[in-house]
């Protein structure tokens, strides 16, 4: 089993639609997670950044961990065309290591239909 | 300000070749990483570097050779480039150790002919 999991998509919406991105991980030792958003030709760009359980907010962008079944979402409401791109979820390489790097999952293609 | 960024953003050549690619950050970050993002646009972490030291090498060849003259920036020496090193790879950095926040540049894209 990989260490992180993402359904590719693609996954296309009207605008307006509340969005559900979601990740699962093999390894309940990690504390970390991270979404990022990347435009095409564009680098990953950090959207959130969670620790351990619960709900992280930030404007439209809701991020969600459940350690009990190692499941981590995203929430876009009130989506725009301009939130179209491909959302990567991420983990630390190891659950304790140092600068090790992160594992990301395979990116989901997101399309938001004007 | 461009925050991390790579140069070039495009390399064409051919098989056998040696090429580098240079990484800056100006972030004040101090460490830096490398990543390869196939054609299937999975992206792996290849190296990561503290403080001009190698932390992390995964699993990647040989023919593949960071330096780091200082804590702003991190090359990639590629020797004898073959068609499966075609790939778009990304430069990252981080402030410290442990799991904090890394932040990109745009790549360079990579195609070996």
């Known amino acids: 089993q990989k260490e992180v999991e993402q359904d590719p998509g693609p996954l296309s919406v009207p605008e307006g639609a509340i969005v559900s991105l979601n990740c699962t991980y093999s390894n309940s030792a990690f504390q970390y997670f991270m979404w990022y958003r990347q435009y095409s030709r564009k680098g990953p760009e950090l959207l959130m950044y969670t620790y351990s359980s619960g709900n992280k907010e930030d404007g439209r962008f809701t991020a969600q961990v459940d350690k009990s079944s190692k499941y981590i979402s995203l929430f876009i409401r009130d989506s725009q065309p301009s939130d179209s791109a491909t959302y990567l979820c991420a983990i630390p390489v190891r659950p304790g290591g140092g600068a090790d790097g992160l594992t990301f999952g395979k990116g989901t293609h997101l399309i938001i239909q004007p | 300000d461009t925050a991390v960024s790579q140069t070039p953003k495009y390399l064409v050549t051919q098989m056998g070749n040696d090429k580098s690619i240079k990484c800056e950050q100006n972030l004040g970050h101090d460490t830096m990483y490398w990543y390869k993002q196939d054609s299937k646009k999975f992206l792996k972490i290849m190296f990561s570097?503290?403080?001009?030291?190698?932390?992390i090498n995964e699993t990647v060849p040989n023919r593949f050779s960071p330096k780091s003259p200082d804590k702003a920036h991190l090359n990639l020496h590629i020797n004898s480039l073959e068609l499966g090193d075609s790939a778009v790879y990304f430069c990252?950095?981080?402030?410290?150790?442990?799991?904090?926040?890394?932040?990109f540049g745009d790549g360079t894209r990579l195609s070996i002919l």
């Open positions: 990252a950095s981080s402030l410290g150790t442990g799991h904090q926040p890394q932040h």
């Open positions: 570097y503290n403080n001009k030291e190698l932390i």
